[in-house]
């Protein structure tokens, strides 16, 4: 057969596309910052983990206060104002621990579970009155595009728990707003809550972007901190100072988490342009111990934060 | 408002580099972006533009008519589409601000609202909370089918299921297992939903099988409901309801306290693709929206609807004029994208030619009204004879030539020394399946390897029929089932197919093959003889802190296993394999816990593992292999479906399987006597015509793909009918002389 037939076609060069990633903080960012190989692995490489027990009490928890939050408009609306009663707080509670558990997301212990549900009661009732009045938006999300400097493009997205009005002389203002995150635990090390503020920043820097102007606060609410014995005879404005920690918003800061955040996109996209089998390697930085205790290829890692052999089962 | 009409072209011109090639948006496409209100109706030709044509279109209402991203609504056919229609979308919009185009800084493109449709709906139904939609679980097909398999009742045996006279009533004969229940179950359950079939109709019906239809579907709905649980069909029904209640209206129309946009423009690409229900969605919206404006655009190309078999009416693109009348009382502008700019001329002028002259194509309501030939836009500077044939005198003699004809291409140097292509990668083989048997592409590939060629096929096999997945899969079986219990006979709870036994046969004899071969395994052997060793040692009923999934997740720290991640092509299968675990998971719950009275685990554990996973993946075939995403990998000549191929194009593409007549399969069967129990009946063409112009539409899409090289390879030239086709007068292009008087060179 002859190919002289097609010996002029076109010379075309071979062009492989790069795909645009969007990047979440918590997600992608902090993840990869934490342990670049279990991110690969379970992000990028779809190997489904098996650690759902902390899953489970982060994740009830939220979507149970995103129930309250939602109960507590309607009502609203019809002019009641009136926060869930305990019987409805358990009611929700049932439901989204079913839906969870149904997909296999489930509580580490009973007692566990037990704490989710009085934590979550206490929050309601003790703050339920001051601060849902005040819910500008839950669930809001975030998102930019963007450049990095070496023009890769990516997008960058987040979500925040509530978005508060913040009051100005017990007026709400449309222009100041607060944004708070709930956190399930108590309020953690050093190096944790870095990461949360880190978080925190971030999303200060996206609400501006889309709204022209920063949040007035960024709050940080550890439910986990609520049921401390020590708590005992605070009053609910000592205990809300207690379990919340508030992250400045600094303009320095948020340029430093920004570029920190770019940094880390960066890297990111980077691995993608490696040999397949050069992607995703443990890092050199050891990751904090209680991440590579539970982590599923703890046994195969170069560089783990512990010493970990396979026993059988 | 930002920019004027001129401005906006200006601008966007400039911004993507057009100005120095005078690149401009051709007639057609112009006429399309400048539409505003009012029903369109794109009729997008191959290589047309398609997609350009839509980002112009949001880019001109976001810039030019100040709508808000938030308010326009588009879909896609999959995620991966619409990643790359997004992908672009962010790429002009960036390439509009490096051009210094400021003021359109504060428009959040992103939020754009693109996804596919049961995406969308379920993300929409979760933000409005409807109807307790948050709460309910998702599945997805791998889910779904685990889901059927355990709690529907019509994939139930004996007399708590289906008759065997059912199922031939429906599928012209009985299924061979459970898992084939769950089959047929799902198409039939599935298609009463995206059929939008009124169940009260069949349940009236005269027909007594079309009764027991309708009992099975409201059981399946009970049980979804009592489960908290959606499939994707149930989760666009749900959404359809929504849009028919108050709280869909208030979706539409937006709710301004919480910041949620109203809809105002619906797009919808690929609809050649789009079933009843998704019609009645998009219409559903438009008229929400505003009846008077109907802001609704689809666009898509009915010459290639490809997807009938997974439930797709190319009928509402090519009726789309008529309903819209019908039901808005407005007529759709039409526009054709006829200029091509992928092809030679050549090329165009024959796949032109086919579509137009087939027979099944020229009866009423095969094709959209009007539609013209398209029109080659692309300029080549020299001129070649772009098609070829080839054909053999056996499949193994074709192959032959073609491996050839492909060894010479990568080899040949002109005059200057250059290459006449610049990766084998730009060189693609489709065929019908990828299945390197010999009826398939089997001898194709071993000639291409025998000559030295490297060949790129991921999706030649199942995945469940892979080395890699069943030395898995052995490792699993050996640690949980030592004694091979699924051999025992006269095992009341072991009750094992042939099928699964000789599956389950096959994997424990890769594992074997594994450890007496390979070196360097010591910790798989160690991990797996401890486990033995445990289950072996532990008291009756016991409960190991081990399920399945945990057990795959440890061996896959052992080499070779660890190893195989790291291998592009293996790796992307055990992402498939963990989510099937995964699925099987939520179901079925397997803590390993030992058996109250022999040495081994519960026996309803084994059995689990082996019918229900076993027999799913076996059953599915891992069912939408052409899903996975490999990637790319240059160097090596690839083969795909023809399926798979749509929407790409490739230099130069060799066309298999050309002596099939059309199959009349099943779906044809289906949507034709499920028809007269719709909504709004329909009246169908013959099984055998749908099936004909089906078959013919696969062939068009081929014959698109190629831009510089269209090869057709096969034996038996004069069965390629519908293949090759005719020409204006009718005469056979399928024959040496009709070839010779037209100029295309037959090697033989």
């Known amino acids: 057969m002859s190919i002289r037939q097609f010996k002029d076609i076109p010379r075309e060069k071979l062009e492989l596309s790069r795909p645009l990633r969007k990047y979440s903080i918590i997600g992608d960012v902090l993840s990869y910052l934490l342990c670049p190989r279990q991110y690969g692995y379970f992000k990028v490489r779809n190997i489904v983990p098996s650690a759902q027990g902390q899953l489970f009490f982060g994740e009830v928890i939220h979507n149970v206060l995103d129930r309250v939050h939602l109960h507590y408009r309607k009502t609203n609306e019809n002019q009641s104002n009136s926060l869930p009663t305990e019987n409805e707080i358990d009611q929700y509670f049932d439901i989204v621990s079913k839906a969870l558990k149904s997909q296999g997301i489930r509580p580490l212990s009973k007692s566990l579970e037990q704490r989710a549900r009085k934590l979550i009661k206490q929050f309601v009732f003790t703050f339920g009155h001051t601060l849902f009045p005040r ?101 609910a404005e000592e205990l809300l100072d207690r379990c919340t920690v508030k992250v400045k918003i600094d303009e320095q800061k948020i340029k430093h988490a920004m570029k920190k955040f770019e940094e880390a996109v960066e890297k990111i996209e980077d691995e993608y342009n490696r040999p397949f089998d050069k992607q995703w390697l443990a890092p050199k930085v050891k990751p904090p111990e209680t991440m590579c205790a539970t982590c599923d290829i703890r046994w195969s890692c170069e560089n783990p934060n512990g010493k970990f052999e396979l026993s059988g089962l | 408002m930002f920019w004027t009409e001129d401005e906006f072209i200006k601008n966007m011109r400039n911004a993507l580099g057009w100005v120095k090639y005078s690149r401009q948006l051709n007639q057609e496409q112009m006429s399309a972006v400048l539409h505003t209100n009012g029903p369109l109706w794109v009729l997008a030709g191959p290589g047309s533009g398609k997609t350009e044509l839509l980002i112009w279109k949001l880019f001109k209402l976001i810039f030019v008519d100040g709508v808000d991203p938030q308010t326009i609504f588009l879909t896609t056919f999959t995620e991966k589409a619409a990643k790359n229609m997004f992908n ?77 006279y059912f199922w031939e009533y429906f599928f012209e004969k009985r299924p061979y297992s459970k898992w084939q229940r769950v089959n047929y179950s799902k198409i039939l359950l599935s298609r009463i939903t995206e059929d939008l079939i009124d169940v009260e109709k069949l349940q009236n019906s005269d027909d007594i099988f079309m009764q027991e239809l ?33 709280e869909g209206e208030k979706f539409i129309q937006g709710d301004m306290e919480r ?59 090519i009726f789309f004029g008529e309903r819209v009348k019908e039901r808005f009382g407005k007529i759709p502008t039409k526009i054709q994208l006829k200029r091509n700019y992928r092809s030679h001329p050549a090329i165009i002028d024959w796949f032109n030619s086919y579509i137009a002259n087939m027979p099944e194509m020229q009866i009423k309501g095969a094709r959209a009204p009007g539609k013209e030939r398209m029109i080659s836009a692309k300029h080549f500077q020299e001129n070649w004879n772009p098609i070829a044939i080839i054909e053999g005198s056996s499949l193994t003699d074709t192959a032959e030539k073609v491996a050839e004809f492909i060894q010479s291409i990568i080899n040949f140097r002109d005059e200057k020394n250059e290459k ?95 450890i007496t071969s390979q070196g360097g395994i010591d910790k798989l052997l160690n991990y797996v003889s401890q486990s033995q060793l445990k289950i072996e040692s532990a008291p009756p009923n016991k409960k190991f802190d081990a399920t399945f999934h945990r057990i795959f997740l440890r061996l896959l720290n052992c080499p070779p296993f660890s190893e195989y991640l790291s291998d592009p092509v293996i790796s992307p299968r055990y992402g498939i394999i963990s989510a099937q675990i995964e699925a099987f998971n939520t179901v079925y719950s397997n803590y390993l816990v030992k058996s109250s009275t022999i040495n081994s685990l519960k026996r309803n554990l084994l059995r689990d593992f082996y019918t229900v996973f076993c027999g799913q993946i076996l059953n599915s075939g891992l069912n939408d292999v052409e899903d996975i995403d490999y990637p790319i990998l240059p160097g090596r000549v690839q083969i795909v479906t023809y399926h798979q191929s749509k929407g790409l194009e490739f230099p130069i593409v060799i066309l298999l399987g050309l002596t099939k007549q059309y199959r009349v399969g099943i779906s044809y ?79 033989r």
């Open chain 2, 669 to 747: 069967k289906l949507e034709r006597m499920l028809s007269e129990y719709r909504k709004n009946p329909l009246q169908l063409e013959s099984d055998e015509l749908r099936a004909a112009q089906d078959m013919i539409r696969l062939y068009y899409v081929g014959q698109t793909r190629a831009k510089y090289c269209l090869i057709f390879a096969d034996k038996e030239l004069n069965k390629w009918k519908y293949s090759l086709g005719f020409d204006e007068k009718g005469e056979k292009r399928f024959s040496l002389n009709w070839l010779e008087n037209n100029n295309i060179p037959v090697y």
């Open chain 2, 259 to 317: 910041d949620l946009p109203p809809i105002k423009y619906v797009l919808v690409d690929e609809y050649q693709d789009t079933n009843p229900i998704q019609e009645e969605i998009y219409f559903r919206m438009t008229e929400l929206i505003s009846p008077s404006d109907c802001n609704i655009t689809v666009v898509g190309d009915d010459d290639q609807a490809m997807y009938r078999f997974r439930g797709a009416t190319v009928d509402s693109l």
């Open chain 2, 420 to 514: 006449i292509i610049d990766d084998p990668s730009q060189i693609v083989i489709l065929s019908q399946s990828t299945r390197e048997t010999s009826r398939n592409v089997g001898s194709f590939v071993e000639s291409l390897r025998r000559r030295g060629v490297p060949v790129y096929n991921p999706r030649n096999r199942k995945i469940h029929e892979t080395t890699e997945v069943k030395q898995l899969l052995g490792a699993y079986i050996e640690i949980i089932d030592k004694n091979n219990s699924e051999l025992s006979e006269n095992d009341h709870v072991l009750r094992i197919s042939t099928r699964v036994k000789d599956f389950i046969q096959s994997c424990r004899r890769e594992y074997q093959n594994l």
């Open chain 2, 214 to 246: 309708a009992e099975y579907y409201i059981q399946y709905k009970q049980s979804l409901n009592h489960r908290d649980r959606c499939d994707f069909p149930t989760v666009q029904q749900l959404f359809l309801k929504f849009l028919n209640e108050e």
């Open chain 2, 88 to 164: 672009r979308i962010i790429t002009y919009y960036n390439n509009l601000l490096k051009h210094g185009f400021d003021c359109i800084k504060n428009v959040d493109i992103s939020s754009l609202k693109i996804g596919t449709l049961h995406s969308l709906c379920n993300s929409i139904l979760v933000e409005y909370r409807y109807d307790n939609y948050h709460t309910k679980r998702l599945m997805d097909e791998n889910e779904s089918s685990y889901f059927f398999y355990k709690y529907v009742t019509m994939t139930k045996s004996g007399s708590q299921g289906p008759s065997d």
């Open chain 1, 135 to 235: 819910v500008k938006d839950t669930e809001h999300k975030l998102q930019i595009q963007t450049s990095l400097d070496n023009g890769l493009d990516y997008i960058l997205h987040g979500v925040v728990d509530v978005l508060f009005y913040n009051y100005e002389d017990g007026n709400i203002s449309n222009e100041k707003v607060e944004i708070w995150d709930y956190k399930g635990g108590r309020i953690p090390d050093e190096q944790y809550l870095k990461n949360y503020e880190f978080q925190m920043l971030v999303y200060s820097f996206l609400f501006k972007q889309k709204n022209g102007f920063y949040p007035e606060e960024n709050v940080l609410f550890f439910i986990g901190e609520m049921d401390r014995e020590s708590n005992l005879g605070l009053s």
